[in-house]
């Protein structure tokens, strides 16, 4: 790496945050940074894209697709709070169940190394079509 001064940088940021108070304090406080650096300044565009994904949204579908697994025989389903930023953000904002990751299977989303389990697929479906069918029944 050569010792080089760049004549023009810039940096993106990804901000996840558990609550929307959170947002905006992170949000102030970017806008609030100052260069120290003389000759140079900061400037701050965009904001906060999406509210966050409170565990609450999903813990009854949790439950239901925990168990519907257990009775197919899929072994345990991990729920796990990632911070992601997807879809399922603005339906659990404004109180939408919501469940996040049922799809394939596999490692390394969004990486060069990412890959999908294609035997797990059949197993995957199940649980989504039980799931979606005890959903729509009428009780």
Excluded: Q
Excluded at 23 to 39: I, K, N, S
């Amino acid at each position: 790496m050569s010792n080089v001064v760049p004549a023009e940088a810039h940096v993106e940021l990804d901000v996840r945050v558990s609550v929307p108070e959170k947002a905006v304090r992170v949000d102030e406080e970017l806008r609030g940074l100052t260069a120290t650096v003389p000759g140079t300044e900061v400037s701050v565009t965009g904001g906060p894209s999406r509210p966050p994904f409170p565990a609450t949204s999903s813990a009854t579908l949790y439950a239901r697709a925990a168990a519907l697994a257990d009775r197919l025989g899929l072994g345990p389903v991990d729920g796990v709070a990632v911070g992601g930023a997807s879809d399922g953000n603005f339906t659990a904002a404004v109180g939408c169940p919501t469940l996040d990751g049922l799809g394939a299977v596999g490692g390394g989303a969004h990486a060069e190394d990412g890959y999908v389990d294609i035997a797990a697929m059949p197993e995957r479906a199940a649980l989504l079509a039980e799931l979606i069918n005890g959903l729509c029944a009428v009780d």
